[in-house]
């Protein structure tokens, strides 16, 4: 069974950083891109990041480039998502995301995990 | 950046309705849109990928059309359990989601 279970997240204040983790079991984890998408409370679905297979290739969207590193190791079948510079904009619930095999879509994602940027 | 502009926000429906629901590209993005559902306080389910390629497991009650600009997912004889908010998203160019559609119990 294909399991993604984020953790690391928080409160933590404007300006400062975090990095949330991801742990990947049930497949090869090695054999897929990987992503992270997010939701801010009571709003829609955000995509954040996307790294390839061996983590040379990494997307992100304007709202994060710069600020944000998406990095992976496939030893530990792990996926992170490195956060600086944080704004209160970035609140949000974060989910780890695995990419179809059908599509650059998204066919596992995990529960997520809240991020709260505040002083 | 490619806007998906989906409508209507939200619907009042029965049990046993035919219900559509659509998400508009800003630019052509072939056939690169999925569909999601998400009911509350769960992470997203992907329905449909390709425009019209149900995913392993989805009921056939769950049909996706559409390709350039204009995407629709229907959902034909609506049950209860397929009260949720579903979400088209575009990966032509990077990645954009719609902003959702909610249906509701009249």
């Known amino acids: 069974e294909v399991q993604l279970v984020e953790s690391g997240g928080g409160l933590v204040q404007p300006g400062r950083s975090l990095k949330l983790s991801c742990a990947a079991s049930?497949?090869?984890?090695?054999?897929?891109?990987m992503a992270w998408v997010r939701q801010a409370p009571k709003k829609g679905l955000e995509w954040v990041a996307t790294i390839s297979t061996s983590g040379s290739r990494t997307y992100y969207p304007d709202s994060v480039k710069g600020r944000f590193t998406i990095s992976r190791d496939n030893a530990k079948s792990s996926l992170y998502l490195q956060m600086n510079s944080l704004k209160s904009e970035d609140t949000a619930t974060y989910y780890c995301a695995r990419q179809s095999y059908y599509s650059r879509g998204f066919d596992y994602w995990g529960q997520g995990v809240m991020v709260t940027v505040s002083s | 950046n490619t806007v998906m502009t989906q409508s209507p926000t939200s619907m009042f429906i029965s049990v046993g309705d035919r219900v559509t629901m659509n998400c508009k590209a800003s630019q052509n993005v072939g056939t690169n849109v999925d569909w999601y559902q998400q009911k509350t306080g769960q992470s997203p389910k992907l329905l449909i990928y390709?425009?019209?390629n149900r995913y392993t497991g989805v009921p056939d009650r769950f049909t996706g059309s559409g390709s350039g600009t204009d995407f629709t997912l229907t959902i034909s004889n609506m049950q209860a359990e397929d009260l949720a908010v579903y979400y088209c998203?575009?990966?032509?160019?990077?990645?954009?989601f719609g902003a959702g559609t909610k249906l509701e119990l009249k």
């Open positions: 998203l575009q990966y032509n160019y990077k990645y954009t």
């Open positions: 049930g497949f090869t984890f090695s054999n897929y891109y």
């Open positions: 390709g425009a019209s």
